[in-house]
């Protein structure tokens, strides 16, 4: 009685399976043309942050109804409390930088006096995108930043992309992309969203995910820089 069941199991989890790495594939063809913008901002400590996030949530809620925009998202880093990231996407390039022109200028503009430092912004191009689900207040957003040796480039991109397809099917995954910068293809930031920081450390965990890591410390020219937030808008 037990052979049949594990059968079914065994083909239930395939079919699972299939279906998210199907997913990543689908939404890679749709999103082939997207920008995707990762932008890091640090404020001065003290009255500065409530300020700033001000600022960027009336940012966010504007650029969200600008044609072209796909997602604008504002985190907090967590235990950084003056550091914030932007995450953008849009339908392409014309969107991006009409953006840019006119509400991108004007966030520089507002933010000048709380700035710590310059705003750091990144545009780049989907190189593994999946299918996102829903996040809410618990979830955590983390941003990853690899920098491939630029000899090891295609081997790192292709352990890269095996870590996408795996991790998709981690429990409390919500996200996991690869985005890949546009004037620099051996830099590439990995954007993940979880449930909450137990499917986080179970993830960090797994057999897959410091196989990863052992295979990209050679390939690595640089730290690897990843980096906790929370959702602010």
């Known amino acids: 009685m ?3 069941r594990l059968f079914g199991v065994t083909i239930a989890a395939g079919l699972i ?12 063809a749709q999103d082939a043309r997207s920008i995707y913008v990762v932008s890091y901002i640090e404020v001065a400590p003290s009255s500065a942050r409530s300020a700033a996030v001000s600022v960027l949530r009336a940012l966010a809620k504007a650029s969200r109804k600008e044609a072209g925009n796909s997602s604008f998202e504002v985190l907090q880093r967590i235990g950084r409390s003056q550091q914030f ?38 545009l780049h191009t989907g190189f593994a995108v ?42 409390g995954i919500l996200r996991y992309d690869v985005l890949q910068q546009s004037s620099r293809p051996n830099h590439l930031t990995l954007v993940e969203v979880w449930r909450g920081r137990a499917a986080l450390e179970e993830h960090e965990a797994a057999a897959h995910t410091r196989k990863f890591r052992d295979v990209l410390l050679p390939m690595s020219g640089s730290l690897y820089d990843q980096r906790l937030y929370q959702m602010i808008n």
Do not use: C, F, N
């Open 17 to 28: 399976a299939g279906d998210l790495i199907a997913g990543i594939a689908s939404a890679r």
């Open 130 to 171: 999946g299918q996102s689900k829903v996040s809410d207040a618990g979830s955590v957003h983390v941003l990853t930043h690899v920098d491939l040796i630029g000899a090891k480039k295609d081997e790192g991109l292709a352990a890269i992309k095996q870590l996408s397809i795996d991790s998709a099917q981690d429990a």
């Open 85 to 122: 990231a932007i995450l953008e996407v849009w339908s392409g390039a014309t969107a991006q930088a009409s953006h840019a022109a006119a509400a991108g200028a004007q966030l520089r503009d507002r933010l000048k006096p709380y700035l710590a430092a310059p705003i750091d912004e990144r």
């Open 2 to 4: 037990t052979m049949p």
